[in-house]
């Protein structure tokens, strides 16, 4: 069955840098692209970055534009999501999603089909 399970989630003072992977199983993930979601206490689920299924193609939302770089490495089945200059504001459940298609279509709940459990990241000094 599909699976995404997320890691690398943890405790970093603002300014500090992450690395959250996700990795993959039960499907082809060249064919698909990803995105990263996350969620903060009392807020709304929010999309981050999303990659098209070869890594031709990367988006990011403005607010972190310059501070998260998405990537994959499809002979692994990980995509990762980098980040960097981390702000409290950052800090949330952040979630990797699989897309139904090869290409990123924006972060719409139609547009994404399977979810990982979440990692959680807390951006504090």
């Known amino acids: 069955q599909v699976q995404l399970v997320e890691s690398g989630g943890g405790l970093v003072q603002p300014g500090g840098s992450l690395r959250l992977s996700c990795a993959a199983s039960?499907?082809?993930?060249?064919?698909?692209?990803i995105g990263w979601f996350r969620q903060a206490p009392g807020k709304e689920r929010e999309g981050v970055s999303c990659?098209?299924?070869?890594?031709?193609?990367?988006y990011h939302r403005d607010s972190v534009k310059g501070r998260f770089t998405i990537s994959r490495d499809n002979a692994k089945n990980t995509v990762y999501l980098q980040m960097n200059s981390l702000k409290p504001e950052d800090t949330a459940v952040y979630y990797c999603?699989?897309?139904?298609?090869?290409?990123?279509?924006?972060?719409?709940?139609?547009?994404?089909?399977?979810w990982g459990q979440g990692t959680q990241v807390t951006v504090s000094s």
């Open positions: 990659i098209s299924s070869t890594g031709a193609n990367t």
């Open positions: 039960g499907f082809t993930l060249d064919y698909y692209a």
């Open positions: 999603a699989k897309a139904k298609y090869r290409y990123c279509s924006g972060y719409g709940p139609q547009q994404y089909h399977y």
